[in-house]
Each structure stands twice: as structure tokens, then as C-alpha cells.
């Protein structure tokens, strides 16, 4: 049952297909509302339903027709009062259609520029929000809620008219137009009718404390639920205070307020659960305003003026998830101790902006991602406008609306908090409440604050500019902001909103178009305005030194720098008369047969497995064979090498070589973690285009296990090669390349942004290999890393007991040593540990010198011979590979320290050691032979034609290729005492070395998007 106050408003509904859609329209005036009437015009709005007062009132023809007003399309009006229907038949029943996902009803909402957008809710979403709040308010048959809300949108709708009639509950709804002239009738409705649920505003609130003096006899404790509905507005909590000191006398009681946040789109985000513990404080946090104007949360203490003591809204609603993401750009998820704008994904939200996809898009299907860019979740999230956080226990914080967000000079502040600000100005009473707007301009590329508030009629001019001056000097101190306008106007002369508030959008728009004719303006741009253009001035006239010390200083010389020419080295090479790597086998075959090319370590330091020149040339001439007969492959065809770390990859690739195929490495899945690591190898398969698979006889079983036909489509493999079974004949030739351009090897990696790319290396690259096993000769002895992470003095103990000379490290080898073997020296000592022979200790990298880490490792392995002179650094990247080292016969690095303040402009600005804002930089060399450095690095012979790009989700780790072989290293050439080692380290670092000596760790995967688990729920 319902007992209605007289309709004073319109309420319109649409034909757009049958049955029909109804449009909730709220209007004061439809003759400037026109707006509104757009988008009736849009929906395709034919039919109007009213009440007979709002009828009466409206302007009529001399036939007594209603006209068609400016904006509106042509309307049928038609009055739903008892008197003007007729009886339906008694064999007429009600059309009852299932919850389904069409249209239920068009909820208007109004956005920050005026614009009017009809947000669609379908049937099945107003059933499930019904059933949500049931349960969320514990809604039970028979109850009495008082409704002071407008019963035709937003919470006033949703609890007065659809979940009331869903549980049958007794609604007393109380209009706009009552409250103004009682405030306190929801509060006798309440004691009268001993009403548990009431729906109110904290102005509802704060008008019955004004008026409560002339009432008696209140009671309250029937109430166990008193829902506020501008929960979001943070400063609600001080109306909620002051009601609840006032009438905690009267039977009200603490835990009864249940502050409540909604948004037209994604309908009641959240609310406070009423419940029965007294003792159970509600959520609240005093926030600092000068962190949340950066978008950080920082606890403040209460007694400063600058912050902002907020309250909870209560939970998510049942069945929803809720996220926080960032206000701009990508919907990136906040962190922690972040504000951003609130998102959720639920079916009881709305579902679409009427007739605009490209705003439904942005609004209704936003997939939040992580740090490294994949989504979260499959299912789209809606965004709900509102600014906060997710406290804890899983309590929602709103801060402020998206609406009434301005970003002055790069802080955000909310236009709410500013209102606060200037109502909390002695006096005062001066302005009265609800009627300041606050609202932003945009001046000099930049938003600028401008406020409007109406005076009361007996201010006087001084008043009036003494107010506003507390005013500036308030929000400076408190929000460290200038305000560009403040203008007040006569009382009553704002536009209003049906409601009675401000309409900002007009206000606004009256400031921009000069016809707000205020009577007091205090205009203050130069405390805001601060990006002013300087004047041109005459520069005096500057001499040639002065422009080239000019150019030095400001880093405008060419920056260029060339290594040797890698011919004037090596003219007594016997390898330098073959141009591929091929035929350096072949000649090592025949001419150091029994030469030991390649010993596996493992963790005990003993041989695992070794590897001849003749052994490998034999073995690769087998898989060419097989590749030619078993898999039909021609030159140019490329193969995928599912291979665990190993002499095996070794032989795979060379034979790949042999047959004229590309090879192309990939990391087998894991036996213990099918599901998530074999969907990456099918992924790079089928990139690569790979015409045939090779791997072991244990792999293959793996790749045609149930697990794996659980995870992929086992069926769409290539032919697979089982190269455990190898045949015995000799291939009639060898293929040799055509010309140096042609396709070696394709390497798969990620880049920094997360990008799976394959790199096309041209045959001639190991013309630039220098330090490989094959074309120099040496004995290289691999080292897997899960063996050195086993035992982190295998690399140490295998520099000491082959006299290595010259090693190749990582930071993270360096870091691994430092920190696992710190206490250990002595014992290392008493084991004979010696590195007095290390010439070099060189660190490749991407990065700038880590100077502390090298110091660190330099001075605790000095009293094991190591001389801190050895230790030094290079630099390298993806297409310049280990562009600058340092030679032997060089002076000591030079360390430098650099303005941090100059890099952020990229500019190099050398200052003394210990200024401030200094950072130290090393010397990382000069530059290799054959390179070119200008600016940008690029290799001058480096064959790197092309790259195919697959966007992955992953966030640094390098995947299952020869990118990753060179990222999990651990290399010893004997010959030379040349030692690589590098547990985690970039591959293209490395690439200098040969890329099939490397090994695979099982530890990183890469997994695709698709893959990812779904986003817990908050």
C-alpha cells in the first residue's frame, strides 16, 4: 500500500517496441528542459504519462491542445488519474514477461557539460537489484519504509517504488514540495507510522535539526534502517553527526545510519548493512588533503583543518565485484594506497547508454588491467563515476564524483570539498546552504576554480568582499589552490535543478556566456594563473666559442663514437675465410676431430656430458637427414625445437643449419604445469609458422598426453620428430646459404612493454660471434642455473679450478654470490677457491652501473685473490650487442656524478660528489669493434631484418626461445679462459655468444592473457 502527496512533476513513458519501455523523466518546466526533450526525441518517446495537477499547468492552444514545446518531439498526453480511466475487462489480465535481457526501463541522467543520456536497465538486472537489496537491507513483508526521495530515479526509485512492491511493504512517500514547508513531516511519518526504513539525504537531515525545536514527543528506535542516500558525498558525515547527537536521546540509534552510493549507471554500488551490535563502530578515516589532490591516501590526524574525515558506505553489493582503477587512461588497477575511480561488475547494473555505443563502450565495458597491461578478468566492469578506495575488511570509501572532478595544475581536486570549504567561512550564514556552485574553466591551457554563490539580501558590499577574502585565504591554506573567480550573485537568482538545487551546468554556462551578472566579483589570476608566456627579449650578439662551448654544455655535439674494424684484428684467423657457421664445423671436424666443443656441469662439479667436433658434426649431418626425409622439409622452412636444457638443443640446431631450416628454440612445457606453460608453446609455434616439431621421445609423449589435450588442441600439432631415434645415413650435401642475407634462426623474446617478438638473424651473424665455442675452438663448459642455484659457488669454483682468466657475468649472479656465499669466504679459502688469475670480471647488462653491488662483491671476494681492478662493466641491448667493454689495457673506469634533475629534461649536467641530487654514473668502456654509436644506438652488420609481434601478458621474464637461453646462462670456455655466467640476464646482453650454448630454465613461464586466472573478488 502507498499513500501518495500530489504529483507536481511529469512522468513520461516510450513506445519504442512492444510492450513498452517507460523513460523516467523528472522535470520542473518543459519548456526549458530541452534537453530532456532531445532525448525523449532520441528514444522515440510518443506517449506522455501525467497527473491531472501537472496537466492543468501546462500551456495550453485556444482549443485547449497542448503544444509541441522547443526540443520535444510531438506527444500524446495522457492523464493516469482514477477519473479519466475506464475499467479494464474482467477477462483482461496483465501481459507478464520473463527476466530477460530486454529493456525495463530508461533512467535519465544529466553529466557535467548538461547533456541529458538515457541509461537503459533491462529486466533482468531490475530483478537481480531487487533481489540484492532485499537481502543486503534485510527487507521483510509488511514493513513500513517513509521515502523522502524523488520515488521517480536513483534510490528513491529503486526502494519506494520497485523493491517495496517486490517484498510488499507499506511506502509513505513524502514530496519536495511538503519538506519545504515542513521539514520534519518524514519524522512524525516515522514516529507515527513506526516506520523501520527511512530514505532520506543528509539535507533532509540537516533541515530537521534546524526545525526540531517546535517538535515533541519524537521517537525513533522503531527505525532499524535510516539509508542515506548521498553516502558518497563525503561531507554527508557531518549532517550524520550532528543527527545523531541530536536525536540519540530520542531513540535513534548509532548503528541505524546506513550511508548508501549509487550512480545512474551502475545503480547501488554500495551500502551500509543495518545490524544489532551496538558496540561496532562504523568505518571512518581522516584523510590528508594535500595527498588525496594527488590521487594518494595518507592518514592525518583530526585536529588539522586540511583534511577530510571520511565514512564507509558499507559493502559491495551481493553477487558484484568492485575494483579501483585510474581516473585517466588505460583503466590500470590502483594500488593499495591510491584513489581511483570505482568500477564494478555485476548484472544488476545498467547496461547501456540509449542510442550511443561509443559512450556505452567507454563507460559499460571497461576491462581493468594490471601493471603489465593484461586484463584482470574476461567479464567487462562498468564504471560508476565515483572516486574512492576499498578500505579494509572490504569497505568502500567514496571521496567524491568523477563530475565534480578539476585537475589544476596536475592535483585533483573535488569540487565538494571546496564547497565545504567556503560554507565553513565566517560568517557563516553568509551565503546560504545548497546555493554556491563550484565548478572549473579552462584559462591558458590549464582548469582554473571558479566559484558562484548567491548572498543573502541584507549583505552589504564590504561584507560581501571581507567574506570572499576569507574565503581565497581559506582555500589557499587548506587545498594549497588559487581561485581564478569568485562572484556572488542576489539571492534566488541562480537556475535551479526540480529539486532546488544549483544547476551547475547552466551556472556554468551563464559564467562563460557573461550573462551571469553577479554583483560582487573578486577576480584573483595571478594566484593561479602561473604558466603566464614570457616576453620576447633581445639576446645580445654571441660569438662563434661561445656557440660551440654552448653546444658542449647543452649536449647539442654529435654524439658519435666508432669501435675498430674487425679486420684489422684478425688477419691470422684460420675460421675468418668462412663466412657461415656451418662451414666452421665442418672444418673443425675434419681438422680438430677429437676437440671437446661443448662438457654439461652439474651441480657437484662433475661432467654430466660432453660434446667432440666430430660428435657434433655427425650428429647434426643425422638430423638434417631426418628433417629432409622424415619431415619432406625444404630450405627455408621453419622448425621448432622443444628441447630441455642440454647437449640435445646444441645438436638440433646445428643440424637445422645442415638442411637449410630455420630454427626456431622453444622451452618445453613442465611436466608439473601443463596447463599454463604448453598453451605458450603452442602460441610461439604457431607465430613461428613452424612446418615440423623436433624434441625428445619424453617430450613428445608429454606433447600428446590427456593433460595436454586438455590444455590445447593436440590435433593441430605439426608433424612432431623424435630425435632419440636418429637414422644412419649421411646427407648427399650440406646446405650452404646463398648469400649472407638469407634467414639463420628466428629468436623469440618479450620486451620491456610486454610484447612477444621474433627477431629475423640473418647466416652471416656468426661473422660477429667471436667468443663462440664453434668458430673460436674453445672448450665451453655449461653450467644449467637451476644447478647454480643449487650451489652458488659452482661459477666461483669453476673460475678457480679451470684458471679462467676473462668472465662474463650478470647482476644477478653477482648478487646471488654476494648474498649466498658473504659468510662462506673462509671455507671457500680452505677449499683452495682461488681467483688471483681473473683478469676481467666484466658485468653485461642494459642498465647503468650498479656501482654499490660491484664495490660490494669486489671487496668481499679480495681475500680470495679476486683484485678490485678486474671488476668492471659493459652495456648492451637488443640490437647492439655488448656495445662497449672495457679492455684490459685500459685505465680504470671513470666514475661521474650527474644532475638527477638535468636527466629528467634529458639533459647531462655534471656536478661535484655529494651535491645534492647527484647520482653516480661508471664508466661502462669503449665502444666493440664493428659498432657505431650516434645518440641512438644501432648495429652497423647486425642482421636483425624483422620482427613478428604477438601481445602476451607478462611483465619482464623472457620467453621460451633462444632469447631465454641466453637468459638463463652459466657458460666456461676453457681454451681462452673465457667464463660466462648469467642466471638472469636479458638475452641480447649475451648475443654476442653463441646462442645454442645456452640452457633453459623451467623456473619463468610465459603465460598468455587468455590464460590468466580470473580477478579475486574485493
Not at 153 to 182: E, Q
Request: aromatic share 8%; hydrophobic share 40%.
Amino acid at each position: 500500500s502507498c499513500h501518495w502527496a500530489p504529483l507536481e512533476k511529469s512522468l513520461t513513458w516510450s513506445s519504442l517496441h512492444p510492450p513498452f519501455r517507460c523513460l523516467y523523466t523528472l522535470t520542473s518546466s518543459p519548456l526549458r528542459s530541452q534537453q530532456i526533450g532531445f532525448l525523449l526525441g532520441s528514444c522515440g518517446v510518443t506517449v506522455a504519462l501525467t497527473s491531472d495537477a501537472c496537466h492543468k499547468g501546462l500551456p495550453k492552444s485556444p482549443t485547449g491542445e497542448i503544444p509541441q514545446f522547443k526540443g520535444w518531439p510531438k506527444l500524446l498526453w495522457f492523464v493516469t488519474e482514477s477519473k479519466h480511466l475506464s475499467k479494464p475487462p474482467r477477462d483482461w489480465f496483465p501481459h507478464i514477461k520473463d527476466a530477460n535481457n530486454d529493456t525495463a526501463y530508461i533512467e535519465y541522467k544529466t553529466c557535467k557539460d548538461g547533456s541529458v543520456l538515457g541509461v537503459t536497465v533491462t529486466r533482468i538486472a531490475l530483478l537481480t537489484h531487487c533481489q540484492a537489496l532485499t537481502q543486503a537491507c534485510g527487507y521483510t513483508e509488511a514493513e513500513t519504509i517513509v521515502n523522502v526521495l524523488d520515488f521517480k530515479k536513483d534510490v528513491g526509485l529503486w526502494h519506494g517504488i520497485l523493491t517495496s512492491v517486490m517484498n510488499m511493504m507499506h511506502v509513505i512517500s513524502i514530496p519536495y514540495s511538503l519538506m519545504k514547508v515542513n521539514p520534519l513531516s518524514w519524522i512524525q511519518k516515522v514516529c507515527q507510522y513506526k516506520a523501520k526504513v527511512a530514505c532520506v539525504k543528509s539535507r533532509d537531515m540537516h533541515w530537521a535539526l534546524v526545525a526540531h525545536r517546535d517538535q515533541r514527543d519524537i521517537n525513533l528506535s522503531s527505525l532499524r534502517m535510516l539509508i542515506v542516500a548521498d553516502g558518497a558525498n563525503p561531507w554527508s558525515i557531518s549532517s550524520c553527526d550532528a543527527f545523531l547527537n541530536v536525536f540519540q536521546s530520542k531513540g535513534l540509534r548509532q548503528e541505524v545510519i546506513c550511508p548508501c552510493a549509487s550512480s545512474p549507471e551502475a545503480l547501488t554500488v554500495a551500502i551500509r548493512r543495518p545490524t544489532d551490535d551496538s558496540n561496532q563502530p562504523p568505518g571512518r578515516g581522516v584523510l590528508s588533503m594535500h595527498g588525496l589532490t594527488y590521487g594518494v591516501i595518507r592518514v592525518d590526524s583530526e585536529e588539522k583543518l586540511s583534511v577530510l574525515t571520511v565514512q564507509d558506505v558499507g559493502l559491495v553489493m551481493p553477487g558484484a565485484i568492485m575494483c579501483s582503477v585510474k581516473p585517466d587512461g588505460i583503466p590500470q588497477l590502483c594500488k593499495t594506497d591510491e584513489i581511483g575511480e570505482l568500477c564494478v561488475c555485476a548484472i544488476a547494473t545498467g547496461t547501456s547508454y540509449y542510442g550511443l555505443s561509443g559512450m556505452t563502450k567507454n563507460t559499460f565495458e571497461v576491462f581493468p588491467m594490471t601493471s603489465s597491461g593484461g586484463p584482470i578478468t574476461e567479464y567487462p566492469f562498468i564504471r560508476t563515476g565515483l572516486l574512492g578506495f576499498i578500505g579494509p575488511g572490504g569497505l568502500v570509501f567514496v571521496i567524491g564524483k568523477m563530475d565534480g572532478l578539476m585537475v589544476v595544475s596536475g592535483r585533483r581536486h573535488n569540487a565538494d570539498d571546496i564547497v565545504a570549504t567556503a560554507l565553513a567561512v565566517e560568517p557563516m550564514k553568509f551565503v546560504y546552504r545548497g546555493r554556491i556552485a563550484v565548478f572549473s574553466v579552462s584559462v591558458l591551457h590549464d582548469e582554473r576554480i571558479v566559484i558562484v554563490a548567491e548572498q543573502r539580501p541584507d549583505s552589504t558590499e564590504e561584507d560581501s568582499f571581507q567574506w570572499m577574502s576569507r574565503v581565497l585565504q581559506a582555500i589557499d591554506s587548506i587545498h594549497q589552490v588559487g581561485v581564478y573567480c569568485l562572484a556572488l550573485v542576489p539571492a534566488n537568482t541562480l537556475p535551479k535543478t526540480p529539486l532546488g538545487g544549483i544547476h551547475l551546468s547552466e551556472t556554468k554556462q551563464l559564467f562563460l556566456e557573461g550573462s551571469l551578472h553577479p554583483c560582487n566579483v573578486l577576480m584573483c589570476p595571478h594566484t593561479c594563473v602561473t604558466n603566464l608566456p614570457k616576453p620576447r627579449q633581445k639576446q645580445p650578439e654571441i660569438g662563434p666559442a661561445s656557440v660551440m662551448v654552448g653546444n658542449l654544455v647543452s649536449g647539442k655535439r654529435i654524439a658519435q663514437a666508432s669501435g675498430r674494424d674487425l679486420g684489422q684484428i684478425e688477419d691470422n684467423d684460420q675460421a675468418r675465410k668462412f663466412l657461415f657457421l656451418s662451414e666452421v664445423l665442418q672444418w673443425r671436424a675434419q681438422t680438430t676431430p677429437d676437440h671437446v666443443l661443448y662438457t654439461l656441469l652439474n651441480c657437484r662439479g662433475t661432467i654430466a656430458n660432453s660434446l667432440t667436433c666430430v660428435q657434433l658434426h655427425k650428429r647434426a649431418e643425422k638430423i638434417a637427414v631426418m628433417l629432409m626425409e622424415r619431415g619432406h622439409l625444404q630450405d627455408g622452412d621453419h622448425v621448432a625445437l622443444v628441447y630441455p636444457p642440454g647437449i640435445d638443443l646444441i645438436a638440433a640446431f646445428y643440424g637445422c643449419l645442415y638442411a637449410g631450416c630455420v630454427p626456431i628454440t622453444v622451452r618445453p612445457p613442465h611436466p608439473q604445469n601443463i596447463a599454463t606453460t604448453l598453451p605458450t608453446v603452442k602460441m610461439i609455434v604457431e607465430v613461428s609458422r613452424s612446418a615440423c616439431l623436433m624434441t625428445t621421445q619424453l617430450i613428445c609423449k608429454l606433447l600428446r598426453s590427456r593433460e595436454a589435450a586438455a590444455a590445447v588442441d593436440v590435433r593441430t600439432w605439426p608433424p612432431v620428430l623424435d630425435t632419440d631415434d636418429l637414422p644412419k645415413k649421411r646427407p648427399a650435401q650440406i646446405y650452404k646459404p646463398s648469400n649472407p642475407e638469407t634467414l639463420a634462426y628466428l629468436d623469440f623474446s618479450v620486451s620491456t612493454t610486454g610484447m612477444l617478438a621474433g627477431v629475423k638473424v640473418g647466416t652471416s651473424f656468426c661473422k660477429h660471434l667471436r667468443t663462440q665455442a664453434v668458430y673460436s675452438g674453445h672448450q665451453s663448459i655449461l653450467i644449467p642455473p637451476s644447478e647454480l642455484e643449487t650451489n652458488p659457488a659452482l661459477w666461483l669454483l669453476a673460475v678457480s679450478q679451470y684458471k679462467v682468466r676473462d668472465t662474463f657475468c650478470s647482476y644477478s649472479v653477482m648478487e646471488l654470490c654476494t648474498k649466498g656465499l658473504g659468510s662462506q669466504t673462509e671455507s671457500l679459502k680452505a677449499r683452495g677457491l682461488d681467483l688471483s688469475r681473473v683478469r676481467t670480471c666484466v658485468v653485461v647488462a642494459e642498465e647503468r652501473p650498479r656501482i654499490a653491488l660491484t664495490q660490494s662483491f669486489s671487496k668481499l671476494f679480495k681475500d680470495l685473490g679476486l683484485h678490485p681492478r678486474a671488476v668492471s662493466t659493459s652495456l648492451g641491448c637488443r640490437v647492439n650487442l655488448a656495445i662497449c667493454l672495457q679492455g684490459t689495457s685500459g685505465p680504470d673506469p671513470t666514475t661521474v656524478y650527474v644532475d638527477m634533475r638535468a636527466l629528467r629534461h634529458d639533459r647531462v649536467r655534471l656536478v661535484e660528489r655529494g651535491s645534492p641530487h647527484s647520482l653516480p654514473l661508471m664508466e661502462s668502456g669503449k665502444v666493440s669493434t664493428e659498432r657505431r654509436v650516434k645518440h641512438i644506438f644501432y648495429g652497423k652488420y647486425f642482421h636483425t631484418t624483422s620482427i613478428h609481434l604477438l601481445n602476451t601478458f607478462r611483465d619482464g621474464d623472457s620467453t621460451t626461445s633462444l632469447g631465454s637461453l641466453f637468459q638463463y646462462l652459466t657458460t666456461l670456455l676453457v681454451k681462452k679462459f673465457f667464463l660466462i655466467s648469467n642466471l638472469n640476464l636479458p638475452w641480447c646482453n649475451l648475443r654476442t655468444f653463441l646462442p645454442v650454448l645456452l640452457l633453459v630454465a623451467w623456473e619463468k613461464v610465459l603465460t598468455p592473457t587468455s590464460l590468466q586466472p580470473p580477478f579475486r573478488q574485493l
